[in-house]
């Protein structure tokens, strides 16, 4: 490796020529360096507008089928208005089929979630970045009152089953708490003898994963209402008879009427859209 020494500046005039290279060689690296960059950033923002526009269009195919199902949600939002009117009346409601509910599409901004993100959001034009967050403002507001409105509609789905007396409110403000807070199945409201039962009664459906939610929950929140939690196994009579945990006071349950052994029932499906923490 061979060392040389530099080469000696004569004079003022040669350093300063010297010097003057160097520091355009620098300024025109750090112009190159930004353009590179500018142009990075502008690919970036404009892939992410076609990203928040094809989304856009998605919210607005939402709110135009929303304002479309208007007329016969309230026709169906004014029946069953009727049925409770008639029912706080005579004090029973009657039999009645699934109450049903409108579709629902999600509110999404993940688009612009992603552009917050990734900073590009920083690089847009700022009126259209004022223009894109007045509008991801009022999507997730759209998304907000879509979530309320599912745990309503759940809470008029109850409606739906055999004729039975309103005084069980009690009870059915229950099943409507379990509804809006746990993954479950809700059964219908049984206002006869059912198996081994003598009381009106429901019944909730939920895998072992959320026994250590939901049973605490149930201790603190049942009220005056007699709760039994019990496996499901091929044995019925014991499930009920031996292994139960009762929450409340314990009821009679009728064993002569629960078989020794059964087929193994299948985990139904939960049929809530919980919304509330519990």
Known sequence: MDIHKPKPW??????????????????????????????????????GEVALKAAFVHEAGNAAERLALDGCIRQRLAVLSGVVQ??????????????????????TVGAWDALVASQTVLHLPRDK?????????????????????KAQWTILATMSGPGRRLSDAEAEQLRNWIGERFSVTLGRWHDVKVGPHDQAMFQVAFSARIFPEL????????????????????????????????????????????????????????????VLRP
Do not use: C
Request: charged share 20%.
């Open 215 to 274: 049973v605490p929950w149930l201790m603190l929140n049942h009220g005056r209402l007699s709760v039994l939690v019990h496996p499901n196994t091929t044995n019925p009579r014991r499930d009920h008879l031996a292994d139960p945990i009762w929450i409340g006071l314990a009821l009679d349950v009728h064993g002569d009427k629960l078989p020794e052994h059964s087929e193994l029932e299948q985990a139904p499906a939960p049929n809530t859209n919980p």
């Open 10 to 47: 004569h004079g003022l005039r040669e350093f300063l020529k010297e010097y003057a290279i160097i520091v355009v060689g620098v300024l025109t690296a750090l112009g190159a360096e930004q353009a590179v960059e500018a142009l990075h950033w502008g690919h970036q923002a404009q892939t």
């Open 129 to 149: 970045m004022i223009a894109y967050i007045k509008v991801v403002t009022t999507t997730k507001y759209l998304s907000g009152l879509s979530d309320e409105e």
């Open 86 to 107: 008639r029912a706080t009346e005579d004090g029973r409601l009657p039999p009645l089929g699934a109450v049903g509910n409108p579709p629902y599409s999600p509110w």
